[in-house]
């Protein structure tokens, strides 16, 4: 007698290999059909674990709030008076150029970050740039299409800034690490920590009151002078837009 449970064991519809080829042969299809969009859901969930973080959506949250505190504050205090004597640069917003980083080196001795933004779209050397926060540095090279910012922290920015709450004017130095040295030459400067920072009104680089940082620590050992650590509003390092402030003097 035929075994009719060996031939019904046989028949194509039985074996699981060729069912495995059929789902793959289904899958493929279906993902030529929708054009992949099944492949980028399942690739978005996946890699979204590791998309930047809360910790930069908070970093940039706080820099950008500091930075409007700091604004109001410096404009309620704003000595229209010494800004006529000393005919005082302005930056226009109007003429304020947006541009992306396409390259950083945030890290080590030298430090500057690449624009993709250069002198045909307008940027020259010495152009003020900002970011979330507050000053980044000064353009200090160009190309056609590109260019170079020499940040706060570079050992090559030096800087006339205002300590605004005892009205005073210091010399910002970059040291090559995050926090720039403020340097006072007066051992008897009123400062304090936690002291806000910015451009200085007399400054013949910058426009007024754009905010710079804080004061992180003091160092009174110095016989002639009395120097600060600031702590940078702007994190040049996670910033990936800045404005490029055009000057009018």
Do not use: C
């Not at 859901?41 to 700091?70: C, H, M, R, T, V």
């Not at 090279?141 to 020499?150: E, G, H, Q």
């Not at 205002?162 to 926090?179: E, F, K, P, T």
Request: proline share 4%; glycine share 8%; net charge positive.
């Amino acid at each position: 007698m035929i075994d009719i449970r060996r031939i019904s064991s046989n028949r194509w519809w039985h074996k699981k290999t060729i069912w495995i080829f059929f789902g793959i042969f289904l899958f493929l299809f279906f993902v030529r059909i929708s054009k992949g969009s099944l492949y980028k859901d399942f690739f978005y969930f996946i890699s979204k674990p590791f998309w930047p973080g809360q910790f930069q959506k908070e970093a940039i949250l706080k820099s950008i709030n500091q930075e409007s505190l700091i604004k109001i504050n410096l404009l309620k205090k704003d000595n229209a008076r010494l800004r006529k004597i000393l005919t005082l640069q302005q930056s226009s917003n109007n003429n304020n150029i947006s541009a992306a980083v396409i390259s950083r080196k945030t890290g080590g001795w030298w430090r500057q970050i690449i624009l993709n933004k250069g002198s045909k779209d307008g940027v020259e050397i010495g152009n003020t740039v900002t970011g979330p926060g507050g000053l980044i540095g000064r353009v200090n090279n160009t190309s056609l299409y590109t260019s170079s910012v020499l940040l706060l922290t570079s050992p090559e920015s030096k800087l006339g800034v205002w300590i605004d709450r005892s009205q005073i004017n210091g010399l910002l130095v970059g040291s090559g690490d995050d926090h720039p040295s403020l340097i006072l030459y007066s051992k008897d400067a009123d400062i304090k920590v936690g002291d806000f920072v910015s451009s200085s009104p007399a400054s013949s680089l910058l426009p007024p009151n754009i905010p710079i940082g804080i004061v992180h620590s003091i160092d009174e050992t110095l016989q002639l002078k009395k120097t600060a650590q600031i702590s940078l509003l702007a994190k040049p390092q996670i910033i990936d837009w800045v404005q490029i402030l055009k000057v009018n003097i």
